[in-house]
Structure formats: C-alpha cells, structure tokens
C-alpha cells in the first residue's frame, strides 16, 4: 500500500509564497519522477512543474521562475515553493509520483489533493 499526501495548501494574499510538501508513504522503496499538478473547476487537470529521478525540472509556462519543485530522496518527499503568488494559480494543486514499491513494481500515484486560494 502507497500513500502520497500533500500539505502545505491555504489562503495567501497575491504576491505572497507558499510551499506545498508531498509524503510518499507505505511500501515504498524509491520514488522515480514526480510532478505537481493542478486543477480548477471546469478545467483539466494542468501539469505546473516536475522533476525526474536525476534531478532534472521542468515547468509550465505560467510559472516559470516564480515556482520550484524539489525532492528529498531520503525522506521520500516532494516540495513545491510557489512565490509571487496569483489570483489565477488558485487551483487545486495534486502532487503526482512515479513509485517503486518494495515489492519490485513500478506505479504511478496520485495524492488527493491541497487547496491553493491566491486572494486579497
């Protein structure tokens, strides 16, 4: 059983930082890629930033050089810093995750999502 949880979601006025953590838990032996998406209501679901195994991050147009996704390989963790925050980053931000178990396998996981609201 694998668990991704994330944290980190809240209410911030426009121009302020937030930063959202994913847990990865359970039988967890490595996460591979990770990524942050988000969504909000009516749209689908947006990937804004992600990172593969060696490190390397990409990132969604909107948010280049305002967002930075990371990883703790030892603490099976995933951040998302998000700074000069705006109204149209209000979303619901889900944290996306590549897993190999310690039974041998390889899935994909979703956590079940954090509330970002960017308002004044």
């Known amino acids: 059983q694998v668990q991704l949880v994330e944290s980190g979601g809240g209410l911030v006025q426009p121009g302020g930082s937030l930063r959202l953590s994913c847990a990865a838990s359970g039988s967890v032996f490595s996460i591979n890629a990770a990524g942050w998406y988000r969504q909000t209501p009516g749209k689908e679901r947006e990937l804004v930033a992600g990172?593969?195994?060696?490190?390397?991050?990409h990132y969604a147009d909107s948010v280049k050089g305002r967002f930075t996704i990371s990883r703790d390989n030892a603490k099976k963790m995933v951040y998302l810093q998000m700074n000069s925050l705006k109204p149209e980053d209000t979303a619901v931000y889900y944290c996306?995750?590549?897993?190999?178990?310690?039974?041998?396998?390889?899935?994909?996981?979703w956590g079940q999502g954090t509330q970002v609201i960017v308002s004044s």
């Open positions: 996306n995750s590549e897993i190999r178990t310690t039974f041998g396998s390889t899935y994909i996981y």
């Open positions: 990172i593969t195994n060696d490190g390397t991050t």
